[in-house]
């Protein structure tokens, strides 16, 4: 049976960000998201919260945008309300791709039953998801163009990893990877890149044997790194840590946004678009979650290789024009001065090296989250 996809007229923008909330005493991980919610649904209903996996986690869900500015100004203006409600229950807003000390057994899971089919299926491994991230909707017009724009889109997936990395620690170690969250999450069994699906027929046979095999009965839903959202009509990118910064947030969402509408007029040029070799796309991902800025990456079938923050400033670049016309050209040119600044899980990993205190990094985190900036 042929998968529904509700098609956007226009490359349209959702955003959802995952944040936590942590004890400003221990710096563990607090659960009580249920209470912040509340406290927000109550004060101002207007601002669209979800329950997550864990109890300590509050995702922040935009409605449907043109561009990333609007998009950006809905989420600061909930959490700004988040983080108020937070004071209220004495606990800061914290966010990264993962806590750096924090036990994932003493973490309770939230109430709803898919999460639960989830940690029934998956045990051990499913109940370490300590981990956040930023999912990116984009609209696109017609189901034929998913899968060759998903296609090209994960060979960038080192691009928009890069920027958001931020789990370097876990356990109260230091990890060795940038994004210590990319190697926790693919171990689920419906999580990690996608099989390289040539078109919307063999995703529909895909899901279709994943329904009645009783996968999709457990899970809710494929879980990878890059899907389609077929109720909404988006492409859904899933690759980032949860920022900490909303200039390190409008950035990758910008990057997002610019890559979906590129692929898409080169399908209205008719060209083909780019894709990589299975084993490259795998070994890119890895090489971007060990190293981060300083990865070196694969770029052709013919496996010539650069340094992943000098093809990003290439794509700024080459992207400029169509993120005026998107409204994001600022957010773009946010790239090189990120680049510049260091990525979240190099602040971590040179505070951590200078204090030798992880709790010091979740304050730190925390300040950042909380200057809205």
Not at 110 to 127: A, F, L, V
Not at 133 to 139: D, E, M, N, P, S
């Amino acid at each position: 049976m042929e998968q529904p996809f509700n098609s956007s007229p226009k490359p349209t923008l959702g955003i959802e960000w995952e944040v936590a909330l942590v004890d400003p005493i221990t710096r563990d991980l607090a659960p009580c998201a249920d209470a912040v919610i509340a406290r927000v649904n109550e004060a101002h209903p207007e601002i669209h919260l979800e329950k997550e996996f864990l109890k300590n986690t509050v995702e922040i869900v935009t409605g449907v945008h043109s561009n990333v500015p609007d998009a950006v100004a809905e989420l600061r203006n909930g959490l700004s309300a988040v983080i108020e409600a937070a004071k209220q229950e004495r606990v800061r807003v914290w966010a990264s791709g993962s806590h750096p000390f924090s036990d994932w057994r003493t973490q309770p899971v939230s109430d709803k039953e898919i999460y639960k089919e989830i940690i029934e299926r998956t045990q051990y491994w499913g109940r370490q998801m300590l981990i956040w991230g930023i999912h990116v909707h984009v609209g696109i017009s017609d189901a034929e163009r998913v899968w060759p724009i998903i296609n090209a889109l994960m060979t960038h997936y080192p691009h928009l990893l890069v920027l958001s990395a931020s789990s370097p620690a876990w356990n109260g170690l230091d990890t060795g990877y940038a994004s210590n969250r990319t190697m926790l999450y693919q171990q689920l069994p419906t999580a990690g890149a996608p099989f390289g699906f040539v078109d919307w027929a063999q995703w529909s046979e895909y899901m279709s044997d994943q329904a009645i095999s009783g996968v999709i009965n457990h899970t809710g839903a494929m879980h990878f790194d890059i899907r389609p959202a077929g109720k909404w009509g988006t492409i859904e990118v899933r690759v980032a840590d949860a920022t900490s910064t909303l200039r390190e947030l409008s950035a990758v969402v910008a990057l997002t946004h610019c890559l979906v509408v590129y692929y898409d007029r080169l399908i209205d040029r008719g060209e083909k678009l780019p894709s990589l070799q299975p084993w490259h796309i795998a070994e890119n991902k890895w090489r971007a979650a060990r190293y981060g800025l300083d990865a070196e990456i694969i770029v052709s079938r013919q496996t010539d290789e650069v340094l992943v923050k000098d093809d990003l400033i290439r794509m700024a670049g080459l992207l400029t024009p169509l993120a005026r016309e998107l409204g994001c050209e600022k957010e773009i040119a946010y790239i090189p001065s990120l680049i510049e600044r260091g990525a979240a899980y190099q602040r971590q990993r040179e505070l951590y090296e200078s204090t030798g205190s992880w709790k010091a990094v979740v304050d730190a985190t925390c300040d950042e989250v909380e200057s809205l900036q």
